[in-house]
């Protein structure tokens, strides 16, 4: 089955910096990445995704690039704010299994603290 | 936010006690999820559902049972609860349309079994 490494497993930043986070994934059929955000006390909340035809998506601070033939995809967090300070998932997909499911595989999550 | 309620949202058991959690939407999905969330361990599936009355089960699933009767509920029980499954549980829906899954997460409920 699939595996996703994610690393750092924890990532300060002051104010204004930028944040990366990497993932890594085991199989090549997987072609749906996407990346949520969990604050505290509440659940996974979607933040942006890419599918394996593209390989680069942007939406306002955040952007996520995919590497298909390293299998490695990454979050990038610009100018980042107090409100940005949470854990990140990163997952992968094969999409349609034929066995009824489109199970998602979750990284095991990064802990973001951006320092005002 | 997509319109998922789970609960109880938090719970107290006893080891050896049945539990059930529930999962509710208002978005007509067809499918739907399980998770339990461990430090460590990230989010894993424990039970999913592709339809009313079709489950199947995921990674975590020994110990756990679901139902599905309606499209809108999703029922997880824990037959006899086990300090193991101690955890944060996370209901989660897709719709399955196309080739891809995006899923929205509801606000979980929080179980701890004494």
């Known amino acids: 089955g699939e595996n996703v490494e994610q690393h750092p497993s924890t990532l300060s930043v002051q104010e204004g910096d930028s944040a990366v986070i990497k993932c890594t994934y085991s199989d090549s059929a997987s072609n749906y990445f996407p990346w949520y955000k969990q604050e505290l006390g509440k659940g996974p909340q979607l933040i942006i995704d890419i599918r394996s035809n593209v390989g680069e998506k942007k939406d306002q601070r955040i952007a996520v690039t995919l590497n298909k033939t390293a299998k490695h995809f990454s979050l990038h967090i610009t100018e980042t704010q107090p409100e940005d300070s949470a854990v990140y998932f990163c997952?992968?997909?094969?999409?349609?299994?034929?066995?009824?499911?489109?199970?998602?595989?979750f990284g095991k999550g990064t802990k973001l603290s951006v320092i005002p | 936010d997509a319109g998922i309620t789970q609960s109880p949202r938090h719970k107290v058991t006893e080891t050896g006690t049945p539990v059930t959690l529930r999962c509710h939407q208002t978005e007509n999905h067809r499918y739907m999820y399980w998770y339990r969330q461990d430090p460590g361990h990230g989010l894993r599936l424990i039970h999913y559902s592709y339809g009313v009355k079709d489950t199947d089960k995921g990674e975590v699933s020994d110990g756990y049972s679901v139902s599905r009767s309606k499209t809108e509920d999703f029922l997880l029980t824990l037959e006899s609860a086990t300090s193991s499954q101690t955890s944060v549980y996370f209901c989660a829906i897709s719709d399955g349309q196309g080739s891809y899954n995006e899923q929205f997460f509801g606000p979980g409920t929080r179980l701890t079994v004494l």
């Open positions: 997952a992968a997909s094969e999409g349609y299994s034929g066995a009824g499911s489109y199970q998602l595989t």
